[in-house]
């Protein structure tokens, strides 16, 4: 006997609970009808969407909840739906699992082990289960786990216990570098430990600063991989089982396609794309408008965003002033004719002239600083958001990750918009990011890459001016932020001088204030600004103690 299981990674809308029901229903009718499925599983709590927060404390969750079980029960049948949902039970909130079958909710499994670190919250909202989740189906006794449970040996060794002959996991398991491969390593290590098959299935789409790949896939109980649906696309992808009634270990899957694997610039790309994608689509902006420089930045992002919505729906504004070079005004005309997107150009020094002389008798007696710098930023951020406000299109800001974490940006200049795509990357991953992008269609001016950074605030500034390189800055800051070393752990690898570690290390902690202002944007790395990294900002912690 073949037992056909079609994992469902799909993008859900987080709080959508009638539309995310919907889509189970036409998921589950589809996988029964054009994949002839005996199974579909869907990801951990799809029917609120991922992750749901504290939309979980709204006290109208559970009658919602109630009512898309018992919609889902009354119109689906011949396939068996394993989904995720948050469920109420003796007065207690659990993270569960259900299985529908023909009007019936046979199982309910709540997930045991609660994820409370980096981006996760799970201890804020539910309760631990405790009991393994068997069900027959087609007479293979099937084991059910959430996400964080996959993790631990103990939920699926007491499910192999309790009978078990086949692993169903749902997860909601957010991208970052590394964690394919992690996960790849996670299911060997748990297959070969209960010698059964495991079915991996993904959460797919992005909420706010998170990214989900998809990526499901499934093992064999020696722990290799038989089947693998691509990353970053949303549909049903089938494993089959094959059954053998006469054998001890009966459960054995069958080899299918396996997607190829994506360059760590693929998959950060891609994650970039998707996450600016459905934020703007979830959240119903128009378009989007950009702030165009000729640097190296803003022509990642502008690409990004044609990637993400099409050039139709994006504006960039170059807002040249006294310091911007004939070349960033060339390269930037360029790309924004390379990718087919309106494209204005908008002189601020008029603007920056008449702030200039409004202050003036503020700025009497002192000289010229930094203020000066920023108050062109400011301009710049002044005319974005009112373009934004008129048009409808939302700003999308283009610092980088090695920027924010030394506070290189203007508040309320530079950093003003609603989202960042590069909010996570360094900027040695910028480079690499748009030769990249350069492979898939030229879009991208080489002198973009190839010249040195600089925000043209003032004459002939480069980054470098009061910034280390950035091959040298993005190692400390890597070392620092996603290792959390200490300044003398650093200074032990021997790579770099007491000095600048010293002083890239203060400008990290001084500038955590300008990083709350921030706008939201993609998480890349396993330690982003964001939900992950959460520092006082008043407080008394001395780098050298």
Same mark, same amino acid.
């Given at each position: 006997?073949?037992?056909?299981?079609?994992?469902?990674?799909?993008?859900?809308?987080?709080?959508?609970?009638?539309?995310?029901?919907?889509?189970?229903?036409?998921?589950?009718?589809?996988?029964?009808?054009?994949?002839?499925?005996?199974?579909?599983?869907?990801?951990?709590?799809?029917?609120?969407?991922?992750?749901?927060?504290?939309?979980?404390?709204?006290?109208?969750?559970?009658?919602?909840?109630?009512?898309?079980?018992?919609?889902?029960?009354?119109?689906?049948?011949?396939?068996?739906?394993?989904?995720?949902?948050?469920?109420?039970?003796?007065?207690?909130?659990?993270?569960?699992?259900?299985?529908?079958?023909?009007? /019936?909710?046979?199982?309910?499994?709540?997930?045991?082990?609660?994820?409370?670190?980096?981006?996760?919250?799970?201890?804020?909202? !539910?309760?631990?289960?405790?009991?393994?989740?068997?069900?027959?189906?087609?007479?293979?006794?099937?084991?059910?786990?959430?996400?964080?449970?996959?993790?631990?040996?103990?939920?699926?060794?007491?499910?192999?216990?309790?009978?078990?002959?086949?692993?169903?996991?749902?997860?909601?398991?957010?991208?970052?570098?590394?964690?394919?491969?992690?996960?790849?390593?996670?299911?060997?290590?748990?297959?070969? /430990?209960?010698?059964?098959?495991?079915?991996?299935?993904?959460?797919?789409?992005?909420?706010?600063?998170?990214?989900?790949?998809?990526?499901? !896939?499934?093992?064999?109980?020696?722990?290799?991989?038989?089947?693998?649906?691509?990353? !970053?696309?949303?549909?049903?992808?089938?494993?089959?089982?094959?059954?053998?009634?006469?054998?001890?270990?009966?459960?054995?899957?069958?080899?299918?396609?396996?997607?190829?694997?994506?360059?760590?610039?693929?998959?950060?790309?891609?994650?970039?794309?998707?996450?600016?994608?459905?934020?703007?689509?979830?959240?119903?902006?128009?378009?989007?408008?950009?702030?165009?420089?000729?640097?190296?930045?803003?022509?990642?992002?502008?690409?990004?965003?044609?990637?993400?919505?099409?050039?139709?729906?994006?504006?960039?504004?170059?807002?040249?002033?006294?310091?911007?070079?004939?070349?960033?005004?060339?390269?930037?005309?360029?790309?924004?004719?390379?990718?087919?997107?309106?494209?204005?150009?908008?002189?601020?020094?008029?603007?920056?002239?008449?702030?200039?002389?409004?202050?003036?008798?503020?700025?009497?007696?002192?000289?010229?600083?930094?203020?000066?710098?920023?108050?062109?930023?400011?301009?710049?951020?002044?005319?974005?958001?009112?373009?934004?406000?008129?048009?409808?299109?939302?700003?999308?800001?283009?610092?980088?990750?090695?920027?924010?974490?030394?506070?290189?940006?203007?508040?309320?200049?530079?950093?003003?918009?609603?989202?960042?795509?590069?909010?996570?990357?360094?900027?040695?991953?910028?480079?690499?990011?748009?030769?990249?992008?350069?492979?898939?269609?030229?879009?991208?001016?080489?002198?973009?890459?190839?010249?040195?950074?600089?925000?043209?605030?003032?004459?002939?500034?480069?980054?470098?001016?009061?910034?280390?390189?950035?091959?040298?800055?993005?190692?400390?800051?890597?070392?620092?932020?996603?290792?959390?070393?200490?300044?003398?752990?650093?200074?032990?690898?021997?790579?770099?001088?007491?000095?600048?570690?010293?002083?890239?290390?203060?400008?990290?902690?001084?500038?955590?204030?300008?990083?709350?202002?921030?706008?939201?944007?993609?998480?890349?790395?396993?330690?982003? !600004?964001?939900?992950?990294?959460?520092?006082?900002?008043?407080?008394?912690?001395?780098?050298?103690?």
């Amino acid at each position: 006997m073949t037992l056909r299981i079609a994992m469902a990674q799909l993008d859900m809308l987080v709080g959508d609970i009638t539309r995310n029901t919907q889509s189970v229903i036409d998921a589950a009718n589809k996988a029964r009808d054009d994949e002839q499925a005996d199974v579909v599983v869907f990801p951990e709590l799809t029917l609120t969407g991922y992750p749901p927060e504290d939309l979980l404390l709204r006290s109208s969750l559970d009658p919602r909840i109630e009512s898309a079980l018992a919609k889902m029960m009354a119109e689906i049948r011949d396939i068996y739906v394993i989904v995720g949902y948050p469920r109420r039970i003796d007065g207690e909130l659990f993270n569960c699992a259900g299985v529908i079958y023909q009007g /019936e909710l046979l199982l309910e499994y709540a997930k045991q082990k609660l994820p409370n670190f980096l981006v996760f919250d799970d201890k804020r909202y !539910f309760r631990e289960g405790q009991e393994a989740g068997i069900v027959n189906i087609k007479g293979v006794r099937v084991g059910l786990s959430i996400c964080e449970d996959i993790w631990h040996p103990e939920p699926i060794a007491q499910a192999k216990a309790a009978g078990a002959e086949l692993i169903l996991n749902l997860n909601a398991s957010p991208y970052h570098t590394e964690k394919m491969g992690e996960r790849e390593a996670l299911l060997h290590q748990r297959a070969t /430990e209960v010698s059964l098959p495991i079915v991996y299935v993904n959460y797919m789409g992005a909420q706010d600063e998170l990214v989900y790949e998809g990526g499901s !896939f499934a093992v064999n109980a020696k722990g290799v991989k038989i089947r693998q649906a691509p990353w !970053f696309e949303s549909g049903l992808y089938c494993v089959d089982m094959m059954v053998d009634q006469s054998q001890a270990n009966k459960v054995e899957p069958v080899a299918g396609l396996i997607a190829p694997a994506l360059s760590l610039e693929a998959s950060v790309y891609q994650a970039m794309v998707l996450g600016l994608r459905d934020y703007i689509t979830k959240n119903r902006f128009k378009g989007i408008v950009l702030g165009l420089s000729g640097g190296i930045d803003s022509a990642l992002s502008l690409a990004v965003a044609v990637d993400a919505i099409g050039a139709d729906r994006v504006q960039a504004v170059m807002m040249p002033y006294t310091y911007t070079s004939s070349i960033s005004l060339h390269d930037a005309e360029e790309e924004a004719n390379l990718l087919g997107v309106k494209y204005s150009v908008l002189p601020i020094e008029s603007m920056v002239s008449a702030f200039t002389d409004v202050l003036a008798p503020e700025f009497e007696g002192y000289g010229k600083d930094t203020t000066e710098e920023n108050l062109q930023a400011r301009t710049r951020g002044v005319a974005l958001m009112a373009i934004s406000n008129k048009k409808g299109l939302m700003v999308l800001t283009t610092g980088n990750k090695s920027e924010m974490a030394v506070g290189y940006a203007t508040l309320y200049g530079d950093m003003v918009g609603g989202y960042s795509v590069l909010k996570d990357v360094f900027k040695t991953l910028v480079f690499k990011l748009c030769r990249y992008r350069n492979t898939l269609g030229y879009v991208i001016p080489e002198r973009v890459i190839t010249r040195p950074p600089s925000a043209e605030l003032a004459p002939d500034q480069k980054d470098e001016d009061s910034l280390p390189s950035y091959d040298i800055l993005d190692e400390i800051l890597r070392l620092y932020i996603e290792e959390d070393q200490s300044a003398e752990a650093i200074l032990a690898t021997g790579q770099f001088d007491r000095d600048t570690v010293y002083r890239v290390l203060r400008l990290v902690d001084v500038n955590e204030y300008k990083r709350r202002q921030a706008p939201t944007g993609v998480r890349i790395t396993a330690r982003g !600004f964001g939900r992950d990294r959460r520092y006082p900002i008043t407080n008394g912690w001395h780098i050298g103690e």
